[in-house]
Structure formats: structure tokens, C-alpha cells
């Protein structure tokens, strides 16, 4: 059974018997976060999923490991409605489709093991995270994708995202610059189709903000969806790049005209050096306006999850205030788990690092950083296993 909306008009076709039906009735685009509460058996499994992950693999960079978790997950997983809520997720691609999902319950934190935020990722005890970034790998085993690792961001599957004393102004976890809405690295030909945000800590009870293209009721008929579909577009490296590149690219939507992907950094693409013609920042900022009306406001609790389709949904979070509580008592600071994923491993071959094909070397817009800057990013990041 399907159904189709054209020109205000909900028409089901059911294609078994090859009829259509037509009826005036509205079809509404989705506007809720959809949320997935795991049962209590669900989450015994995972937990044994990665008890047996940590005791076998030395960490979440394990070739083997990665190699494996699809199976893993799917063996251990197989039959519940957990595995099939994410599994399905994959191919939620549609009109009807949010473009993320919040799990919730599927592992407690301990708080006291975990201990205190460190001062930056690069500080971490990787001992304290390793079982929560495993984690996070199956997940997206669940989904059977393949985890990625990205110079733009920096080494590592896992990327702990900690907010900083000194980013109370700011709506990212970057800190360094003022950023709000925006894809996960926009400007890559290579960017993730899937992200996971897993949270340990929010005792700041900080917002994650989510807006998604679905939600904008029908966008294909918006006067700027043809500037912004077909029109060739400037996609800046974000501030924390300093000089701040900028790339020649491609539509800010593309790909189905019915059902459009999105790759859309705001703040930095409407900044005056970037260079858009007055027509391309007026459809910009029209677009930035209507997603803005149609955001979720969320506040994860230690043990939640977001499953989020990089290609649809754009992210970020409330400003706040740093290691205090809403009742402004001091607490320990947020402290998440990112992991990316792709649906095409032979895809991303055309920007990997040629010694390792998980090692995403693009820099902007298919432009691909030299033998020179590789060396120098390796110097500037060490891995953080080696700290611990």
C-alpha cells in the first residue's frame, strides 16, 4: 500500500490489485521525534553483544572488529524488535520519514566508573569510554553500514564531544566559533549518511535541536526549491579553519526532487566573504527560516541514544550553561559519543587514504588533502589510545 500527494490530493494505490483511490484529505509531513524505548531483554542482549566485543578486540579501530559487528549484531539481535526498529531505519528515505530516531534504555551509565569530564577529547582515559564507544560501532552494525573515519574531523571511529568552559555563547560542540543548524561535514562529497550521538552525561540538561527537511510540508512547491536545487553553491570550511577555505559545489538540495537530500551550514554559508549572488542568500535564508519553524527540542538523559540520517535531518544543540544544572549547581559537563557511518563503502574509495580505505582524506567538495598536509594533521592529533 502506498500512498501519493499530488496537488492536494491523498491518492492510495494499492499495488497488488492495481487500484487507486482517491480521497481530499491532507497528508502531514512528519513533525515529532520518533522514539524507541527499549524492553529490558532487549538490553541484557546488547549488554552481552558488547561485553563479548570489548573481551575479544582491543578497541572499537579493530580492522576485524568492524569487519565483523554487522554479523555480530545481527546474531546476537536477531528476532527482536530492537534490531528491527534500527535495522528499518536504514531505509527510512521517504515522505513519511522524520529522519531520526531516539532510543532510549538500551544501557545504563556509571557515572561513578566513567569519573569526571576530561578537559577535552584529546584528555580522555580511553579505559572508562572503551565499552560505551563499542557500543556505539554496534549500533551502526545494527544498521549494516560501514563506520568510517574522517581527517576533517579528526582520528578515530568514536569522537568524544565535550563541552568546554568558554562555549556558554555558542550552539555547537566545536566551541571555537558561533555555528548553529547544519549536516555533519556538509561541504564532503563523502559525508556520513548516519550519525549516532550517544550520551553518558547531560546533568546540564542541554537541548539537542533537530530539524528535518521532511518536515517543511511540501517543499518541492517552496519559490526557492529550484534556485536551491539546481543551482551551484559555495560550501566553506567552518571556523574553526583558519585561513577559512572555500569550495565550489553543488545544489544545497538534491537528488529525488520529491523527496530531496540536504547539505546546509547556515552560519557559514551566509557569512558576506563566502560569495553567494543576492538571489542564492535570499533562498538560503528563506530555507533556514522554514527550518527553524519546524525544530524538535529534545533533552537526552545519560543512556540515550540518536540514530540520525545524515542527508535529511540538520543538527545542534541550546546554548547553556557550562558544568552547572538548571538549578545552577555545579555538575559534571556533557559529555557524548559521535560515530559516522555510509551505505556505500565502494563510493567513499574515490576520497580514502590509499593504505587505508576507511580513512576519509577529502578536505571540500572532492578536493583531497596532499601527502604534506596528511603528515602535518598526524602530528597535530594523536590517536587517543596512545594516551591512556
Known sequence: MVVIKQ???????NRQTNTKTSHQYEVLPPSTLPIYKVKQEEKLKFKEL????VEKYPNEDNHEFLCYSPYLAYEYLKGTELFEKINSFRYGWGYFD????????????????LGGTPSDYDKESYSKSKWYRFSQVLIHGILNTVVMNYLYQRPGTVHSIIQRHGMENTETSSGIVKLSKHNEDNLLKSSADFITFGFLRNFECTSSI?????????????WYFDILFDGKFKYPADGNYNPQPVYDGGGILYGN???????????????DFVGHTPIQREALMALDKDLESVKVEDIPE???????????VLHYRAQVNVGLTPDKQPCERR????TLSVESFGYMQGFAHPENPRLIIEKGCGHIYSSNELRDFDLRNPVLKNID
Open 210 to 222: 533537530l530539524t528535518s527537511i521532511r518536515s517543511i510540508p511540501d517543499i518541492y512547491d517552496k
Open 302 to 312: 545519560a543512556g540515550d541514544i540518536y540514530l540520525i540520517n545524515n542527508k535529511i
Open 98 to 113: 522524520f529522519g531520526a530516531l531516539k532510543i532510549v534504555g538500551l544501557f545504563d551509565v556509571n557515572q561513578v566508573e
Open 50 to 53: 558488547v561485553d563479548f566485543c
Open 257 to 271: 526532487r520529491q523527496y530531496p537530500k540536504i547539505r546546509f551550514d547556515p552560519t557559514e554559508q551566509l557569512k
Open 335 to 338: 559529555w557524548m559519543l559521535r
Open 7 to 13: 496537488n492536494g490530493v491523498g491518492t492510495i494505490e
